[in-house]
Nanobody
């Protein structure tokens, strides 16, 4: 079993910054891609950023140039540094990891952390 625990969400004013963290634990053989998704009220969940085990990254168009994803493979942790936050960034942010465990490869999700940006 794999658990993902997010932290770092909160309330911030427009133009401010936040850093999210997500630590994976459990019976993990290896972690492939790690990423962040978000879901605002009444909207579909969307990709924010993803990073492969080799360090290649991909970002949603709305966050390019403002958000940066990174990972610490030794700690099974992925980070999302967010700057120049906007009210439209308000959402629940979910961590996702593609994990090898018990001979299988499958995605795991965190419980989500709320990010609220006030105008």
């Amino acid at each position: 079993q794999v658990q993902l625990v997010e932290s770092g969400g909160g309330l911030v004013q427009a133009g401010g910054s936040l850093r999210l963290s997500c630590a994976a634990s459990g019976s993990i053989a290896s972690i492939h891609a790690m990423g962040w998704y978000r879901q605002a009220p009444g909207k579909q969940r969307e990709l924010v950023a993803v990073i492969t085990s080799g360090g290649s990254t991909n970002y949603g168009d709305s966050v390019k140039g403002r958000f940066a994803i990174s990972r610490d493979n030794g700690k099974n942790t992925v980070y999302l540094q967010m700057i120049s936050l906007r009210p439209e960034d308000t959402a629940v942010y979910y961590c996702n990891s593609v994990v090898s465990s018990g001979g299988s490869i499958f995605p795991s999700w965190g419980q989500g952390t709320q990010v609220t940006v006030s105008s």
